[in-house]
């Protein structure tokens, strides 16, 4: 396990409003695997993790405005909506709690992954949740990424860089290798907050076709526009006119003024050799050894 990347702040920070503040974490898992679907989670930064938390909270204040979803402090996974941003969202609740240690019903919180993971890349954890109806109400929720063989957890509570509640922490991405580890992660996690049961929801999420193909359509005009404009009669007249504008310019410069455009580009030229000479350099290096380093079910689409 490892710390990916840490945000600014975390979900119930003075920046967001009393209306959301703390309330909004469902929004947030969702706006994490929304995000996950266009940037691979090993590619976010620290401003991914605080644009993921302000999109939550957004959406979840629009819902909360349009009557979409009830003024409570819990919702269930139903409440969340089907299409965001052109992007279709189905779920698919397991209604299979599990627990650390396997008791019937329950499956253990590996099985569980595992089942998750085998037909979807997303998932949403549902720790601290309450039984309503045969449904959850989600007290604490959790977004769970698979990426390369890797698992990652989005969790947008204040969090240290072990992945464990702190006052002052902030959102964090935790990296696993494997489910063993992720499994190993939960249940500490959930120690630390009295809870013993959970629920992993499967999520799986497609952009609408349509939009999809009008997406690409619209690149591939652009795309045809800008090949034309680079080949048309009036940009070629434009070239040549900015051409003879720099040969003009250069006829009528003093002595002085050509010097010192001759020193200019002498020095840029020595620059280019030079980084290129040092990058050729650096990858003829052996690598060196670092000193004191030690050796060694929800489912939305």
Not at 138 to 155: A, G, P, R, T
Not at 219 to 238: A, D, G, M, T, V
């Amino acid at each position: 396990m490892s710390l990916l990347v840490s945000g600014g702040f975390h979900q119930a920070d003075e920046r967001f409003t009393d209306e959301s503040r703390g309330k909004q974490c469902a929004f947030i898992t969702l706006s994490a695997l929304l995000t996950a679907q266009n940037t691979p989670v090993s590619e976010w930064n620290s401003a991914t993790i605080d644009n993921v938390l302000l999109q939550g909270d957004e959406m979840y204040l629009n819902a909360l405005d349009n009557c979409q979803i009830p003024r409570e402090q819990f919702l269930l996974v139903d409440h969340l909506p089907k299409i965001v941003s052109n992007h279709f969202l189905t779920d698919k609740p397991s209604n299979i709690p599990f627990e650390c240690e396997t008791k019937p019903p329950y499956h253990t919180i590996n099985s569980a992954l595992l089942n998750t993971f085998i037909n979807a890349n997303y998932a949403i954890l549902i720790l601290e949740g309450y039984m309503t109806y045969y449904k959850t109400l989600i007290k604490h929720s959790d977004s769970l990424i698979k990426h390369s063989d890797s698992f990652y957890l989005f969790d947008s509570h204040a969090r240290d860089t072990n992945g464990f509640p702190d006052p002052n922490g902030t959102a964090v991405v935790m990296k696993f290798n494997n489910t063993v580890h992720l499994e190993q992660h939960i249940c500490s996690l959930s120690m630390g907050l009295n809870a013993n049961l959970f629920e992993i929801v499967p999520v799986q999420i497609h952009m609408d076709q349509c939009n999809k193909t009008r997406l690409e359509k619209d690149r591939e005009y652009h795309k045809q526009k800008r090949l034309e404009k680079s080949h048309s009669p009036f940009n070629q007249i434009r070239l040549e006119k900015a051409r003879e504008s720099k040969k003009r310019k250069r006829t009528q410069e003093t002595d002085s003024q050509r010097q010192s455009r001759l020193q200019k580009a002498k020095i840029y030229k020595k620059q280019k050799r030079t980084e290129k000479a040092s990058g050729n350099h650096n990858e003829q290096l052996p690598p060196q050894p670092e000193k004191n380093k030690p050796t060694g079910l929800f489912t939305k689409i």
